[in-house]
């Protein structure tokens, strides 16, 4: 059992440049969910989906666009790279679609460096 | 505004020495109060979820304790291994946040042998 596989691992961009983040869950949870992760600071919400066919912004969504592709999978795209953008990026995806409790569990992280 | 506020920063301590963390919190509504795990280039890893003042629940060395304003993190003679930062996540009950959690930044704790 997989869990929450995210790819790739790590990425260097150039400002401007664009590109996708994968993520996929075996766990057949309904809600997914973007985080960033910046040093003293802690976990931001980019996107969450609460089931397939919704996105919704979280808290700093600028910069980025999302898409639920269907139950499993949930991508990150950043249009044009720029440096703000360096990061940790996790997704996440919740066991109870947003209910009370709702125990999110976390990919490996794909860490992105914006030149 | 939901806030969450995690001390201390960093925390040193010898094997078997004992100690608390604290997770403080304002929100609307708490609907549940979340410890994760993190180790050093991986993700979050679930801990404990704790619904109202009062409750506890533990693992192995690990304690988790829940007040209506703030939560601890008890570790009972750590060894080396839980060597972590641990992040704390509140879970706010109004509406249109689909139950989303807001994170404190962590505590690093590092267990010497």
């Known amino acids: 059992n997989a869990g929450v596989t995210q790819t790739p691992k790590f990425q260097v961009l150039k400002t401007g440049q664009s590109m996708t983040l994968q993520c996929a869950q075996d766990m057949n949870h309904n809600s997914m969910y973007w985080y960033r992760q910046d040093p003293g600071m802690g976990l931001r919400l980019i996107y969450y989906?609460?089931?397939?066919?919704?996105?919704d912004k979280g808290e700093v969504p600028n910069g980025y666009n999302v898409s639920r592709l269907n139950k499993r999978e949930f991508s990150l795209r950043l249009e044009s790279a720029a440096p703000s953008q360096t990061s940790v990026y996790f997704c996440?995806?919740?066991?109870?679609?947003?209910?009370?409790?709702?125990?999110?569990?976390f990919g490996a992280g794909t860490r992105l460096s914006v030149l | 505004e939901d806030q969450v506020t995690q001390s201390p920063e960093a925390l040193r301590l010898q094997e078997g020495e004992s100690s608390s963390l604290n997770c403080s919190y304002t929100?609307?509504?708490?609907?549940?109060l979340f410890w994760y795990r993190q180790d050093p280039g991986k993700g979050p890893e679930f801990l404990f979820t704790l619904y109202s003042a009062g409750e506890e629940k533990e693992k192995e060395r690990l304690k988790a304790t829940l007040t209506k304003k703030e939560s601890f993190l008890h570790i009972t003679a750590p060894k080396p291994e839980d060597s972590a930062t641990y992040l704390c996540a509140v879970q706010a009950g109004k509406r249109g946040s689909q139950g989303n959690l807001i994170f404190g930044k962590g505590t690093k704790l590092s267990v010497k042998p």
């Open positions: 996440a995806s919740g066991s109870r679609a947003g209910g009370q409790g709702d125990i999110q569990y």
């Open positions: 989906s609460a089931s397939e066919g919704t996105t």
């Open positions: 929100v609307s509504g708490l609907r549940g």
